[in-house]
């Protein structure tokens, strides 16, 4: 059973930088792309990014110029930078599994983190 | 980047009826869209994939089919616990994305 487990500050300062990272265990953590989303509160799905285990990125350009995925293949863990978050960054973010070999649709979640940027 | 549009925004229909969301796509994605179920508090649970394969678990009444960019979501006789929103998601090409989503409501 694969199971996803994030953890992170749930307020930052604006300009700020959010940090996020998730746990994974269970399956197989080098086949697959590793996927943050976020979720302003009310609103709709918003993909950041995903990973593989090497550290070979992708980043949704409207976000990549403050936007860092990292990964720890020893530790089955990766994570989320945001730097520069102003009130329009304050959402859910999920960790996810993406895609087999690629990006793809993402199956198992984490729980979610609430991140709110205020002062 | 592609644009995915759903329609209705809200659906309200009553348990034991049949449902039907849209999803259209503003080029062609192949099949490569998923469907996820979301209710409060939760985290999207993942449905459909390639646009008509049922994820582990999911009941038989959830079936995805397409048609060039347009894809659809039936669930036939919905039951309580299918209330929620629905949002549809391509990965054909990067950044990935979501529609907007539809809002299965009781009526």
């Given at each position: 059973?694969v199971q ?116 | 980047?592609?644009?995915l549009t759903?329609s209705p ?99």
């Amino acid at each position: 059973q694969v199971q996803l487990q994030q953890w992170g500050a749930g307020l930052v300062k604006p300009s700020g930088t959010l940090s996020l990272t998730c746990s994974v265990s269970g399956g197989s953590f080098r086949h697959y792309f590793w996927t943050w989303i976020r979720q302003p509160p009310g609103k709709g799905l918003e993909w950041i990014g995903d990973i593989d285990h090497s550290g070979s990125a992708n980043y949704n350009p409207a976000l990549k110029s403050r936007v860092t995925i990292s990964v720890d293949a020893s530790k089955n863990h990766f994570s989320v930078n945001l730097s520069s978050v102003t009130a329009a960054d304050t959402a859910v973010y999920y960790c996810a599994r993406g895609g087999y070999a690629g990006s793809g649709s993402p199956d198992y979640w984490g729980q979610g983190t609430l991140v709110t940027v205020s002062s | 980047e592609i644009v995915l549009t759903q329609s209705p925004a809200t659906l309200s229909l009553s348990p034991g009826e049949s449902a039907t969301l849209s999803c259209r796509a503003s080029q062609s994605i192949s099949n490569y869209l998923a469907w996820y179920q979301q209710k409060p508090g939760q985290a999207p649970r993942l449905l459909i994939y390639d646009a008509f394969n049922r994820a582990t678990g999911i009941p038989a009444r959830f079936r995805g089919s397409w048609s060039g960019t347009d894809f659809t979501l039936t669930i036939s006789s919905l039951e309580p616990e299918d209330f929620a929103v629905y949002y549809c998601q391509q990965r054909s090409d990067w950044p990935l994305t979501f529609g907007g989503g539809t809002k299965v409501e009781i009526k």
